[in-house]
């Protein structure tokens, strides 16, 4: 995928620690949260969602944190493989009843997974 | 089972000229979804569709982008006449409806360059 290389936030993390990764957003009244993984040369790939009636939510190795008071999202991976490294995005659909489901992307943290 | 379809994968012609992207969505899927990824603006919603129908195109950048979605398995982005600053990277997606949790599912994309 064309990644915004010069300009991502870049995590560096240790294999077999965890990792966490931060989104904001500032829309109040976003419905729905998505985290994608997008790996070199390949589209967005679903990870994890969460509804704004929730505040966690927990998959495979991830789980996602959602804090409404401060708008904040973040995604934490267990265990970080190689096969971790990546960019991954956080998405919002922010107003569901006008709009459906339109989804907003973040700019994307690329992950860099040292052995 | 197969995901999102794209072709081509890689496309490059000359300013000026047409260009044809097709995208396939996941068998039973009703939304579409076409987006942009370059390096300065990240992930850009363009247009989607609700069983076949556009919804919103307010994404679309002008008139020389046109998307079309003749039936359920098939729908096209068209750039007519293309020019250097449409090279990016084009995705389509999918989901099952356009409902809040139906997570959007992304081909690998079309990497277009304009001579």
């Known amino acids: 995928g064309e990644n915004v290389g010069l300009h991502l936030p870049t995590l560096s993390v240790q294999e077999g620690d965890n990792s966490i990764i931060n989104c904001a957003y500032s829309?109040?009244?976003?419905?729905?949260f998505i985290w994608y993984k997008q790996e070199s040369g390949k589209g967005p790939q679903f990870i994890i969602d969460i509804r704004s009636n929730m505040d966690k939510r927990q998959g495979q190795r991830v789980t996602v944190l959602l804090n409404k008071t401060v708008k904040h999202l973040s995604l934490q991976i267990a265990a970080t493989q190689p096969g971790d490294s990546a960019v991954y995005f956080c998405a919002e659909i922010a107003n569901f009843k006008a709009a459906g489901n339109k989804l907003t992307f973040g700019g994307g943290t690329r992950v860099l997974v040292k052995p | 089972d197969a995901g999102v379809i794209q072709s081509p994968r890689h496309e490059v012609t000359e300013m000026g000229q047409e260009v044809t992207l097709r995208c396939k969505p996941i068998?039973?899927?009703?939304?579409l979804f076409w987006y942009r990824q370059t390096m300065m603006r990240g992930l850009e919603l363009l247009i989607y569709f609700n069983n076949n129908v556009p919804i919103d195109d307010s994404g679309m950048p002008e008139d020389r982008f046109s998307a079309k979605m003749p039936n359920a398995s098939f729908s096209t982005l068209k750039i007519q006449p293309s020019e250097p600053r449409d090279s990016a990277v084009y995705f389509c997606?999918?989901?099952?409806?356009?409902?809040?949790?139906?997570?959007?599912?992304f081909g690998d994309g079309t990497r277009l360059s304009i001579l």
């Open positions: 829309n109040s009244a976003s419905d729905y």
């Open positions: 068998s039973g899927h009703n939304s």
């Open positions: 997606a999918s989901s099952l409806d356009r409902g809040v949790n139906q997570p959007q599912h």
